[in-house]
């Protein structure tokens, strides 16, 4: 099939229907309220019970009914370490399945425009930093969220194929790790960062001396504010329609032992802070190039000690 020219599109209007999968997560709920600021009024939203997306005639069905126009893949199967590395059969088959299904129902119902999120873990371990798009499949992953590395490459390439066998404008945007509103504090299968939160609140709460922190301290790692990034995503589906996907990311790093420092300050917690250096580490650093995405006229503004701030409230408010 003769390929479109995509950067004829018309843009995106205000009344365009738009179905966001995973809309009550962190990264769905913030593209919701960023829509919603700017105006846009026919937004599609269907809770995990309404709507399985791992159910293939279930969401070939709802393409059928609700004809979307555009669609936003923020749906995931998601969590820190210990749940990549405990549920890999799940993080693998759950998230093919959620991919598969929209990515094709999207070719299936002519959508105008889809967006997949992946993940700043599609990169191999020790890639070159920062990372760049380019380093994408040039090494081996780390094993211990492999399985949902996988799956992301594979909704990647996903799109790539739909676009160049039948011209769809499917794009994908790689945010680095997130925090904000909507995160997941589960004491087990939550990010780093949500999991610092909790377990500085609990230890200020129940006046506990110290506070365990899993690794030695040293990797280093990106955090972009949620909200930042559904800003990035919605100027992407205004306004990107190129094949190469674009990370996302805050700009620059810091240490896991530095980070547990900036969340202890802001909670307020007086203990001391002690490193299980048994625990696994991770990638060492993970910090990604997102010149590509700044060069589009897009940059964050919430800095990561106002962010926690943010995160923190949201969590006394919502997640204790």
Known sequence: ???????????????????????????????????QNQGFTNIITKTSKELDLRN?????????????????????KVGGIL?????????????????????????????????????????PKMAPQPLKEDYLLTGPLEPTNEPYAIAKITGIKMCEAYRDQYGCNFISAMPTNLYGINDNYHPENSHVLPALIRKFH?????NADAV???????????????????????????????????????????SIKDLAY??????????????????????????????????LGWKPKVSLKEGIALAYHDFLKNHQ
Not at 22 to 30: F, L, N
Not at 86 to 105: K, S
Not at 262 to 283: H, L, R
């Open 262 to 295: 900036a969340v202890k300050n802001v909670i307020g917690y007086t203990g001391q802070m002690k490193f299980d250096s048994s625990k696994p580490n991770g990638t060492p650093k993970k910090l990604m190039d997102s010149q590509r995405m700044f060069e």
């Open 1 to 35: 099939m003769k390929a479109i020219i995509f950067s004829k599109f018309a843009p995106v209007e205000k009344s365009s229907k738009i179905y966001i999968a995973g809309h009550r997560g962190m990264v769905g709920s913030g593209i919701v309220r960023c829509l």
């Open 83 to 123: 749940a990549n590395n405990t549920y890999r059969a799940e993080f693998l088959h759950d998230n093919l399945a959620i991919q598969n299904n929209i990515i094709h129902q999207a070719y299936m119902h002519k959508v105008k425009k889809l967006l997949f999120l992946g993940s700043s873990c599609i990169y």
């Open 56 to 76: 293939q005639q279930a969401v070939a069905d709802f393409y059928t009914l609700e004809k979307p126009e555009y669609v936003v893949l923020a749906a995931a």
């Open 202 to 206: 609990e230890a200020k709460v129940n």
């Open 212 to 254: 365990m922190i899993w690794g030695d301290g040293s990797p280093e790692r990106e955090f972009l504010y949620a909200d930042d990034l559904a800003e990035a995503l919605v100027y992407l589906l205004k306004n990107y329609n190129e094949k190469q996907f674009v990370n996302v990311g805050y700009g620059s790093d810091i």
